[in-house]
């Protein structure tokens, strides 16, 4: 495969009115987002963006140590990208929670850096524009699949995953009311 191809379709910004898949790991790879509510503090972040429409999420799963999303950003929330705003938002929860309940583990995320202290997650998430309905299908199918991966063994089918937007598709019934079904608009 000639690299150069994968390189023009790979950045880590999102165009707005774009489908993309766009993958998120928390600094170092560490299991971050094993607790519940951490994952719940995931989605809360979603559910305001989706809420105030300036995104669309079609398929999501989270895992351990990153999430994976199939979004879509419409407008700026204030002067940033929605994308943007999940990312602060979501540091700002993890490390308020680690800050009164684990800073031992919140110690692994210090930085040098010199506009913070912390660093949740990772620089420079991964976005792929999602150009093609093919494309779209195969990542939404590697997303339902990820939990079950041998190293992860976090379910049997890929609906028995609760953190992930898999039972969504087989049964309709949206648990998280984030999410639309990417059938109706793409």
Same mark, same amino acid.
Not at 68 to 74: A, E, G, M, S, T
Not at 131 to 160: G, M, S, V
């Given at each position: ?19 993309? $898949?766009?993958?998120? +790991? ?6 971050? @987002?094993?607790?519940? &509510?951490?994952?719940? #503090?995931? %989605? ?41 705003? $999940?990312?602060?938002? +979501? ?6 929670? @680690?800050?009164?309940? &684990?800073?031992?583990? #919140?110690? %692994? ?78």
């Amino acid at each position: 495969m000639n690299s150069d191809i994968f390189k023009d379709r790979r950045k880590s910004f999102i165009d707005y009115n774009e489908t993309y $898949f766009w993958t998120c +790991t928390i600094k170092d790879w560490l299991n971050l @987002l094993e607790p519940l &509510n951490y994952k719940q #503090l995931v %989605l809360n972040s979603l559910r305001k963006l989706v809420i105030n429409n300036f995104i669309e999420v079609y398929g999501f799963v989270i895992m351990p140590n990153h999430i994976h999303l199939i979004l879509k950003i419409f407008k700026p929330n204030g002067k940033e990208k929605p994308n943007v705003s $999940f990312l602060k938002d +979501t540091s700002h929860e993890l490390r308020k929670d @680690l800050m009164i309940n &684990n800073p031992d583990f #919140l110690r %692994l995320f210090e930085v040098t850096e010199s506009d913070r202290k912390y660093r949740i997650w990772q620089r420079d998430p991964l976005a792929i524009n999602m150009f093609d309905l093919n494309i779209l299908e195969q990542k939404l199918n590697y997303i339902h699949h990820n939990p079950l991966q041998a190293r992860w063994c976090l379910a049997q089918n890929t609906e028995d995953y609760y953190w992930s937007s898999s039972r969504f598709y087989k049964t309709g019934v949206d648990d998280f009311n984030i999410l639309t079904d990417y059938r109706d608009v793409f």
